[in-house]
């Protein structure tokens, strides 16, 4: 876990890159089947979707996650491993909501019409949350914690 705020922030960045690419891709393939071309519609719509992302992620939702966690379900003294998961699952509720409206405010730019965004929105909170958790808690989240300390050694970033 990140140690200071420019850790925090780079960390921010590398996982919120990986979160939005994969669900981005995901969200293509639930409308078009998994290919190459969901590999790449995922890519060319990245850049503005982790832009909102990493907003959200880093002005509002790490915050509420944090005054939660440690406000109503954990204690200073809990365990490292029930911290991540427990601030992780309060970051992906959001998230999932947050972005679930992104994609839906996207599709239907697309289409030329916004009627239906709230029914589209509804129907892709669930789904964006499903997939986002056990991705955020059993790949995202090791793997982006192995690369950060593989790169960026404990004091190396100060």
């Known amino acids: 876990m990140p140690v200071n705020k420019r850790e925090s922030l780079i960390y921010s960045v590398m996982m919120c890159f990986f979160m939005v690419f994969v669900m981005s891709v995901y969200n293509v393939s639930l409308h078009s089947g998994f290919s190459f071309n969901s590999i790449k ?38 365990k490292t491993l029930t911290k991540i ?42 789904k964006n949350f499903i997939a986002a958790l056990p991705i955020q808690l059993f790949i995202a989240g090791p793997l982006i914690r192995f690369l950060f300390r593989k790169v960026f050694p404990v004091g190396s970033v100060n």
Do not use: H
């Open 41 to 78: 519609e995922g890519w060319i719509g990245m850049p503005v979707a982790f832009c909102v992302a990493i907003f959200f992620d880093m002005l509002i939702v790490s915050k509420i996650a944090k005054t939660v966690a440690f406000g109503f379900i954990l204690k200073q003294n809990s």
């Open 85 to 126: 998961i427990t601030i992780s699952s309060i970051m992906v509720i959001q998230m999932a909501v947050i972005m679930s409206f992104y994609g839906a405010t996207e599709m239907c730019l697309k289409l030329g019409s916004i009627n239906g965004i709230l029914s589209i929105w509804a129907a892709n909170i669930p």
